[in-house]
């Protein structure tokens, strides 16, 4: 058997990305991983319950072995097999982020050998974590550019500290991996989206958030936005709550881009509004072809696909550049140049995978 490839946990922004993008890439690859220092830099370190998921979904879609998946641990072997469809359920445990988890498994459903369905329940709504919406609006769109056709749907939505909330991701048969795609021009805008909720809670603050979106986007794009408000009467209400959230997104003849922000106690509705769509009009401002989030997760996918990539993101993040060093560790033969830019600003890159990947 292969001798494992040896990654620092510390290395870069030291969080759980580096475990979940690790694990994925082994799992995909084929090439063991042994993971120390895991998550050093954060307190309390090691493993919490939302990376444990993860790393447990897809140790089980792709039939791996851990060793060390215990909360707490700052160390962790993991041993890949063979990836197959079929039906699978995960329980992140209160809040922990749904979303965070389908981008760890993502890598691995598109090599299963049939169609997949998964069912995650935690938090669709958390912070320090992509919404469910962006999830739904533009990660999965992104991803159908590169040959992923990928269902999410959303059963019930969970805020934090209860979560509670349920998802339900398919990716019908046979996947087929992904294809390189350059995303350099965005062509023009064609429209802009708003999604506002509010569960567990008066409707009237998912209306303040989107007025307060609106009236940026109007401002600042010279677009009027199609508004969605997602509100539940009183005894009709399925959600533990309580909790808000907003997602702006610009729908481009080549790309998406999308910005989000959650409500809490305290939190003026207009303030989250506005926070999700100048996020937006930030990126957009940079001329970039994608946001700060995807500039952050979309090297895992093209460094698997069947040939080179060039990307325009609006922010190179560190944790992008943790990412792109982490991919050049586990995916024997991966390059990677950054054409123009650097940390904290829009970027250029080409992004290179081996001949085979996979």
């Known amino acids: 058997m292969a001798r494992p490839v040896e990654i620092d946990g ?22 063991p991983i042994r993971v120390f220092n895991i998550r050093a830099k954060r307190k309390p370190p090691g493993l919490r319950p939302q990376h444990l998921t993860a790393v447990r979904a897809v140790a089980e879609i792709a039939g791996g072995r851990l060793s060390g998946a215990s909360v707490g641990s700052t160390r962790l072997e993991f041993t890949p097999g063979i990836i197959r469809g079929g039906r699978y359920r995960f329980d992140v445990g209160t809040a922990g982020s749904v979303a965070l988890v389908i981008q760890a498994i993502t890598p691995v ?28 609006e533009v990660f999965r ?54 999604r506002s909720h509010a569960v567990r809670l008066p409707g009237s603050i998912a209306e303040r958030q989107a007025n307060s979106a609106a009236e940026l986007v109007r401002r600042r794009l010279g677009v009027e936005p199609r508004v ?7 005894g009709r209400d399925p959600h533990l709550g309580p909790g808000t ?19 809490r106690k305290g ?6 509004g506005r926070e999700a769509a100048t996020t937006l009009v930030e990126d957009v401002e940079t001329g970039a072809a994608l946001d700060r989030h995807m500039s952050d997760m979309i090297p895992v996918y093209l460094a698997l696909s069947s040939g080179p990539s060039l990307i325009y993101g609006a922010r190179l993040t560190s944790h992008a550049a943790t990412t792109l060093e982490l991919l050049r560790i586990i995916v024997d033969g991966f390059e990677y ?6 940390e904290g600003q829009p970027f250029k890159a080409e992004i290179r995978p081996p001949a085979s990947p996979h």
């Open 109 to 136: 459903l598109a090599f299963a050998d049939s169609s997949v369905e998964v069912v995650v329940t935690g938090g669709t709504d958390v912070p320090m974590a992509p919404t469910i919406d962006y999830m739904r």
């Open 245 to 263: 959230g907003i997602l702006v997104w610009a729908e481009f003849e080549h790309t998406v881009m999308g910005g989000d922000s959650l409500g």
């Open 267 to 272: 939190k003026p509705a207009e303030k989250v």
């Open 337 to 342: 140049r950054i054409l123009e830019g650097g």
């Open 141 to 194: 769109p992104i991803l159908y550019n590169l040959g992923l056709e990928m269902e999410i749907e959303v059963e019930r939505r969970g805020h934090y500290p209860r979560g509670g909330g349920l998802v339900r991701v398919r990716v019908p048969s046979p996947p087929g991996g992904f294809r390189p795609r350059d995303f350099l021009e965005r062509g023009g805008i064609r429209r802009v989206g708003i």
């Open 10 to 31: 510390s290395m870069g922004e030291g969080g759980g990305q580096i475990l979940r993008t690790a694990v994925a890439l082994s799992a995909v690859t084929g090439r």
């Open 228 to 234: 969605e408000l997602e509100t539940y009467p009183p």
